[in-house]
């Protein structure tokens, strides 16, 4: 059994068996065959085997023909490795003395391999020796790859045909259109080496509630598929081969958990009000159309950010107006007319690619570069596309366009001018529309929370995006497991400019909301009520425990907290005050 510890993303906890992507690709179905089919395991394996070996042949020739030889004998390394008869013995006696299947057989086999190389590039202490043990290691994982494949016919890395029983996927990286084929129906959890926070995988995680810890570290090589897993995406853990006792104490939480979800069920019809009788909005963050119902579920007044990034992605042209407004229009079916749905217009860039803005691609640091509404105003007809149909649907609903990414007024105004032409182009062509849709931007570089008082005369509200907000603050790439230690919401540089945004609504007399992951963590609330936030938008499964907290607190008490966390010097003093501050509010939620 083997603790691996990492950044919790999504909460839950799951048991469950193991499926490796990326370096396996494929589900071992069974690691025990009977003892009586042992030989006839070994014969699928020696033909696996002899296929790869000739596929391996074959491709020498091709690339040899095509290329240079040099180009050839990769394969012809490859060609050997599955002929060398001690390489085969090896894993024929796994088969033969522990019953395992072939494809246990080849996994284990091959992985426990790895594992010596990679304690051995560890300690050695050559760079070029170095360099020679990883890409041996790498090489032994690609031989697997195309055993495995070849003994059970399925292309490695798929996810979609994902069926049948659930399972915990472990990989190196998960894109957000790769989570998007996931579903708790057939994913427990899921836990990666890489990744930060508030990647838009982890968001998606959320979402689709499924436990997920990410940025654990390598580990994959320590795993085989089917083997036991556990995640607890509450203390970002994942525990390899966990012993019966760990395994009851884990679905003893799992349990807990669940029926802590019901007690929160009863607040789901009461209002969301402080003990002073200070009325907080609450709204949910969406991805996805359905997920407009899971708002109304859990007691959300209505949507206060939809992301509209996923109409893009897993597509290989641009979603049709009619593709947007169908997606906008089945919102406002699920939510209601009369309850308000805040469109974000197109985020794409950065950690979140789709294949019709591949000039993405090619940028050396896509987090400062074409992302967001800067692709947009680069990419006029695409964002008028998306501006109509907004536009259109907004005609059956309450309706609201949010402008990402705004870092200049310069920015703010080309956006405000292009919808201003688009409104014109529906007169023109007679198209019905709402014409005074309220239009508001988000703030989420510190150049637009110190410009908030400019902004802020432009439009009519403003919503916090706290995730990028907070990384381009600390100048920590939320993705990067080696420096995501550096992203605190905490951070006091942060909440000063939380404060200014905050203020400068107020004295324009906008509303201002925080749609980022930090408005749907618990620990938070008090803070953000105190410094003045009368509206929250989370993740529709953390919508009841906010309310709860809010529910057990004053205003005055809210800023005695905000103003202890103001006058702090670093992210941790403010930290310890607010989990003091939650233990007493909730403390289950500190258990």
Not at 32 to 50: C, N, S, T
Not at 294 to 317: I, P, Q, W
Request: proline content about 5%; some cysteine.
């Amino acid at each position: 059994m083997e603790y691996r510890y990492g950044t919790a993303v999504s909460p839950g906890i799951a048991i469950g068996p193991a499926l490796v992507l990326d370096t396996e690709g494929v589900r071992i179905p069974n690691k025990l065959v009977p003892a009586d089919q042992v030989d006839a395991e070994v014969v699928r394996l020696r033909g696996a085997l002899d296929d790869a070996a000739s596929e391996a042949r074959e491709k020498r020739q091709r690339y040899t023909a095509r290329f240079e030889p040099a180009i050839g004998n990769i394969f012809a390394a490859q060609q050997s490795a599955f002929e060398d008869p001690s390489f085969r013995d090896r894993l024929e006696h796994l088969i033969r003395t522990q019953t395992y299947s072939a494809e246990y057989a080849v996994s284990r086999g091959i992985r426990e391999q790895v594992k010596k190389l990679e304690e051995a590039q560890r300690k050695v202490g050559d760079l070029a020796a170095s360099e020679v043990l990883r890409r041996r290691a790498g090489d032994l994982i690609d031989l697997e790859k195309q055993i495995l494949s070849t003994l059970l016919g399925q292309v490695p890395n798929a996810v979609a045909p994902l069926g049948g029983d659930r399972v915990v996927i472990l990989a190196n990286d998960l894109m957000p259109s790769d989570t998007a084929d996931f579903s708790p129906r057939t994913v427990w959890a899921f836990a990666t080496e890489s990744g930060g926070p508030t990647s838009h995988t982890a968001i998606l995680a959320g979402a689709l509630e499924i436990p997920a810890v990410v940025g654990v570290g390598r580990f994959l090589t320590d795993v085989s598929g089917g083997d036991m897993i556990i995640v607890d995406g509450n203390e970002g853990k994942i525990i390899l081969d966990p012993d019966e006792e760990t395994v009851r104490k884990y679905e003893a939480k799992r349990i807990a958990a669940l029926n802590r979800a019901d007690r929160y069920d009863a607040l789901r019809g009461k209002p969301a009000v402080t003990h002073d009788g200070v009325a907080i909005r609450l709204l949910g963050n969406i991805e996805l159309a359905p997920e407009a119902a899971h708002c109304a579920d859990r007691g959300a007044e209505g949507v206060g950010l939809y992301r509209t990034e996923f109409l893009y992605l897993n597509k290989s042209s641009d979603p049709t107006e009619a593709e947007h407004y169908d997606a906008y229009r089945a919102v406002i079916d699920e939510i209601g007319a009369n309850r308000p749905v805040v469109i974000r217009t197109l985020d794409l860039g950065a950690d979140k690619f789709s294949s019709v803005s591949g000039l993405l691609s090619v940028e050396k640091n896509p987090f400062l570069g074409l992302r967001s509404v800067r692709l947009c105003l680069r990419k006029v007809d695409l964002f008028r596309t998306q501006l109509r149909a907004i536009l259109r649907a907004a005609a059956h609903g309450d309706i609201r366009i949010m402008f990402p990414m705004i870092s200049t007024l310069g920015e703010l105004r080309q956006c405000k001018t292009l919808l201003n032409e688009v409104k014109e182009d529906l007169d023109e062509a007679g198209v019905p529309y709402k014409a005074d849709i309220p239009v508001g931007t988000m703030i989420e570089v510190p150049s637009a929370a110190i410009l908030a008082d400019v902004l802020a005369r432009e439009v009519d509200f403003f919503s916090v995006g706290t995730n990028d907000l907070i990384q381009y603050t600390l100048a920590a790439d939320r993705n990067n497991e080696h420096v995501a230690h550096l992203y605190d919401p905490a951070d006091p540089a942060v909440l000063r400019l939380i404060r200014t945004v905050v203020e400068a609504a107020g004295k324009a007399g906008i509303d201002v909301n925080v749609c980022g992951e930090m408005s749907g963590e618990p620990l938070y609330t008090p803070l953000l009520i105190g410094l003045g936030l009368r509206s929250l938008s989370a993740t529709p499964r953390k919508i009841p425990e906010i309310k709860r907290v809010i529910r057990q607190l004053s205003v005055a008490e809210a800023e005695t907290v905000a103003g202890q966390a103001l006058s702090m010097d670093t992210a941790r003093q403010v930290q310890n005050l607010l989990r003091d501050q939650l233990r007493r509010i909730l403390p289950e939620a500190v258990e």
